[in-house]
Structure formats: C-alpha cells, structure tokens
C-alpha cells in the first residue's frame, strides 16, 4: 500500500486503492474518491503514526483526518496513546466519533461535514473508548457527532471460528 507520508498517489494508484476498497472497506470508498478528485485533503492515522499537518496546510481545500483507533490489536488505547491528539484537537473545526460498526452513510455525512467546516477529524474507536474522545473535542468548543452501535457494543466478540 501507498505510504501517503511519503508521497502523493498517482491517479492510477488511487483507481487501484478504491478498487480495493470496494472489496474490504467500502465505508472509506467516498472519501477516498473525493480524495482522488480533489475534493478534500485526506490522512489516514494508523497506531504509531502522526498526522502531517504541514502537508494538509498546503491543500488548499478541505481535509479530513481518520484516526483509526479501532485498528491494530483490536482493542482501542483511546486517545491518551496518540501522539498527535492535542494538535488533532486544536487542528480540527469539527469532529465526529465513530464508535459503531463502519457504514457506507456515516462515511458520507463526515465527507460532507469536512466540505462545509474545510477540517474534520473522523475518530473510528470501541463504544467504549467514544466518550474519552468525544470529551476532548467538546472540551475545546469543538461540535462532535458520535455514533454508537445501535445494538450492544462496538466491537462485538464473537465466538472462536466464527465470522465478523
């Protein structure tokens, strides 16, 4: 895959990242072709990685931000591990916390709320770690959108063997 701290993807690169997107992630499929359009800027924050705010100053256009607490070992660290989480705070306009199952529409509402406010950040974390990070952002006058699971916890423990 495409390190994006290391350079910008080619529009071939894209066509073959939203392509598979499609097949294993297709919540991020919007943003990702808006990305490719140049509609929005877009950083994708794994565990261990940092935002580069240099490079998203010079968009020049909205951007967005997905910090992916919920990825890795499966259990979220909350915001308190993330290195970039005060920056990200001041950083953004706005924030919307995901802490439910990732869907295709929730995906598209954070699109459209980083056209409007130019700088969002999209937390995807447990139900449990959402109040942590939705604290932060409301404690600095930052609106936040959370999403919880409509059923239960987010993420589920199924059974040994079974599929999620």
């Not at 308190?80 to 199952?101: E, G, I």
């Not at 969002?120 to 974390?125: A, I, P, Q, R, S």
Request: negative net charge.
């Amino acid at each position: 895959m495409v390190n994006p701290y290391e350079h910008t993807p080619t529009q071939d690169e894209m066509a073959l990242i939203i392509a598979n997107a499609s097949r294993l992630t297709p919540h991020l499929v919007p943003i990702l072709q808006a990305a490719r359009n140049g509609r929005i800027g877009f950083q994708l924050m794994l565990p261990g990685h940092r935002a580069d705010f240099a490079c998203l100053a010079q968009a020049r256009r909205p951007c967005l931000i997905i910090v992916g607490d919920d990825a890795g070992d499966g259990r979220p660290d909350g915001p308190d591990v993330w290195p970039d989480t005060k920056r990200l705070v001041r950083w953004a306009n706005r924030a919307v916390v995901n802490a439910a199952a990732a869907k295709v529409e929730h995906y598209e509402a954070a699109l459209a709320s980083a056209l409007e406010c130019d700088r969002l950040v999209l937390v995807e974390t447990s139900s449990a770690r959402a109040l942590e990070w939705e604290g932060l952002f409301a404690s600095d006058g930052k609106p936040t959108l959370t999403i919880y699971p409509t059923n239960g916890q987010h993420p589920c423990n199924p059974p040994k063997g079974s599929l999620h």
